[in-house]
């Protein structure tokens, strides 16, 4: 090569484009790796709502409130979690379903997606016992303070197909395609076969009459808990199911205290269960 390396025009631009391509790939890549025991691909992390001042509900995000309508969770009636050591009583997550009620069905009784979206916080130790906490955090596998909860965000529902309908309830099932937000990785599960129930008038649950329309949604999933750590031993293989009532009232609301009404100029809210876009 004559001249000098800066002097080549072709050595410039092949250097040049070298670090442009080093420079894509590292602004690609997520800022905690997954662990070398993953089965499953890693997804970006999900932008999360910000918590209500009470700490009991999620503020939707402006572009699922145009969705449908908006479901906060009001009641769990069950939650167990089996696979790991878990405290005797599980605190419920907080989130919210986006929802809708579909105008109509095929001849194949398919129809169009009902749960069109939904996010939902649940932190470590409202879960896990102390000891395994401690645990974790003293071999370095759970970052909590930088991650101190579990995120579940419902990315899509397929092969919804409808139950059963009155005039004040309509059913259905689906498979929910969801991201699992657990120490700074996240990776997708599948749910095959999640019901949901849509109610239009207040409903009493366990002997108390909540506020507004709702939504009871029961779930099962599995989780690998390789996806997310780093452990010596074997890491455990988690199973959650769930069974919870979501209100378009906030459980902040449910009792004698008053939802505020929106300011004056502010977006209007989504009307319960709609096909607004």
């Given at each position: 090569m004559r001249g000098r390396p800066w002097e080549n025009s072709g050595w410039v631009v092949a250097a040049v484009a070298a670090v442009l391509s080093l420079a894509a790939v590292a602004a690609g890549q997520p800022e905690d790796a997954a662990p070398s025991s993953s089965g499953l691909a890693r997804r970006p992390n999900p932008v999360f709502p910000e918590k209500a001042e009470s700490g009991t509900w999620l503020k939707p995000l402006p572009t699922h409130r145009k969705m449908g309508?908006?479901?906060h969770t009001a009641r769990v009636g069950r939650f167990d979690v089996s696979g790991m050591s878990v405290r005797p009583r599980i605190e419920s997550p907080i989130g919210y379903a986006v929802a809708r009620v579909p105008m109509s069905s095929g001849a194949d009784g398919t129809i169009g997606a009902v749960l069109l979206a939904?996010?939902?916080l649940l932190?470590?130790?409202?879960?896990v016992d102390d000891a395994t906490l401690k645990a974790w955090a003293d071999a370095g596998v759970l970052k909590l303070e930088q991650h101190p909860d579990i995120g579940f965000t419902v990315r899509a529902a397929v092969d919804t197909r409808e139950l059963s309908k009155s005039e004040s309830s309509s059913s259905y099932s689906c498979g929910v395609i969801?991201?699992?937000?657990?120490?700074?990785?996240?990776?997708e599960v599948f749910v095959p076969r999640v019901v949901l129930t849509l109610t239009?008038?207040?409903a009493k649950q366990e002997g108390e009459t909540l506020k507004g329309d709702l939504l009871e949604l029961r779930a099962r999933w599995k989780v690998r808990l390789s996806d997310f750590f780093e452990m010596r031993a074997a890491a455990p293989v988690v199973d959650a199911n769930i069974e919870m009532t979501c209100s378009t009232v906030p459980p902040?609301?449910?009792g004698d205290k008053e939802?505020?009404?929106p300011a004056e100029g502010s977006e209007p809210g989504v009307a319960p269960g709609s096909d607004a876009k």
């Amino acid at each position: 090569m004559r001249g000098r390396p800066w002097e080549n025009s072709g050595w410039v631009v092949a250097a040049v484009a070298a670090v442009l391509s080093l420079a894509a790939v590292a602004a690609g890549q997520p800022e905690d790796a997954a662990p070398s025991s993953s089965g499953l691909a890693r997804r970006p992390n999900p932008v999360f709502p910000e918590k209500a001042e009470s700490g009991t509900w999620l503020k939707p995000l402006p572009t699922h409130r145009k969705m449908g309508g908006v479901y906060h969770t009001a009641r769990v009636g069950r939650f167990d979690v089996s696979g790991m050591s878990v405290r005797p009583r599980i605190e419920s997550p907080i989130g919210y379903a986006v929802a809708r009620v579909p105008m109509s069905s095929g001849a194949d009784g398919t129809i169009g997606a009902v749960l069109l979206a939904g996010q939902w916080l649940l932190p470590w130790n409202k879960v896990v016992d102390d000891a395994t906490l401690k645990a974790w955090a003293d071999a370095g596998v759970l970052k909590l303070e930088q991650h101190p909860d579990i995120g579940f965000t419902v990315r899509a529902a397929v092969d919804t197909r409808e139950l059963s309908k009155s005039e004040s309830s309509s059913s259905y099932s689906c498979g929910v395609i969801a991201d699992v937000t657990i120490n700074g990785v996240t990776t997708e599960v599948f749910v095959p076969r999640v019901v949901l129930t849509l109610t239009r008038a207040d409903a009493k649950q366990e002997g108390e009459t909540l506020k507004g329309d709702l939504l009871e949604l029961r779930a099962r999933w599995k989780v690998r808990l390789s996806d997310f750590f780093e452990m010596r031993a074997a890491a455990p293989v988690v199973d959650a199911n769930i069974e919870m009532t979501c209100s378009t009232v906030p459980p902040e609301f449910q009792g004698d205290k008053e939802e505020p009404k929106p300011a004056e100029g502010s977006e209007p809210g989504v009307a319960p269960g709609s096909d607004a876009k």
